[in-house]
C-alpha cells in the first residue's frame, strides 16, 4: 500500500512557476514508477509527466514539454513536478500517482495508488 500527498499548488500569473510535491508514505516508493496527471473541470484526467523507478528516464505530454520537469528523490520519498511558463490551460487539479510497473506509464488507469490532488490556477 503507498499512500501519496500532494502539495504546492496555487494561484500563479501566465508565465509564473510553480513545484509541486508528492510525498510517498512506505519503504517501497523506490520501487515504484511515478506519474502525474491533471483534470480540468469537466474534463478527463490527462497524462503530464511520468518518471520510472530510478529517475533515469522521464516521459511528458507534449502540451508539457520543455516547460515542466518530472525529477524524485527516493530518499525522501518524493516525486516533484517543476511547471515554468505557466499557461491559463495549465490550470487544473494535479495528481499524482504510483505502480509497480514502468510500462504503459501515460495510462492513468494502470496506476493503482493516487493522492488527493492539488489545485493550480493560472490567470492570464
Known amino acids: 500500500q503507498v499512500q501519496l500527498v500532494e502539495s504546492g499548488g496555487g494561484l500563479v500569473q501566465a508565465g509564473g512557476s510553480l513545484r509541486l510535491s508528492c510525498a510517498a508514505s512506505?519503504?517501497?516508493?523506490?520501487?515504484?514508477?511515478m506519474g502525474w496527471f491533471r483534470q480540468a473541470p469537466g474534463k478527463e484526467r490527462w497524462f503530464v509527466a511520468a518518471?520510472?523507478?530510478?529517475?533515469?528516464?522521464?516521459y511528458y505530454a507534449d502540451s508539457v514539454k520543455g516547460r515542466f520537469t518530472i525529477s524524485r528523490d527516493n530518499a525522501k520519498n518524493t516525486v516533484y513536478l517543476q511547471m515554468n511558463s505557466l499557461r491559463p490551460e495549465d490550470t487544473a487539479v494535479y495528481y499524482c500517482?504510483?505502480?509497480?510497473?514502468?510500462?504503459?506509464?501515460?495510462?492513468?488507469?494502470?496506476?493503482?495508488?493516487w493522492g488527493q490532488g492539488t489545485q493550480v490556477t493560472v490567470s492570464s
Open positions: 518518471i520510472n523507478q530510478s529517475g533515469g528516464s522521464t
Open positions: 512506505g519503504r517501497t516508493f523506490s520501487s515504484n514508477a
Open positions: 500517482a504510483a505502480k509497480r510497473s514502468d510500462n504503459r506509464l501515460t495510462l492513468s488507469t494502470t496506476y493503482p495508488y
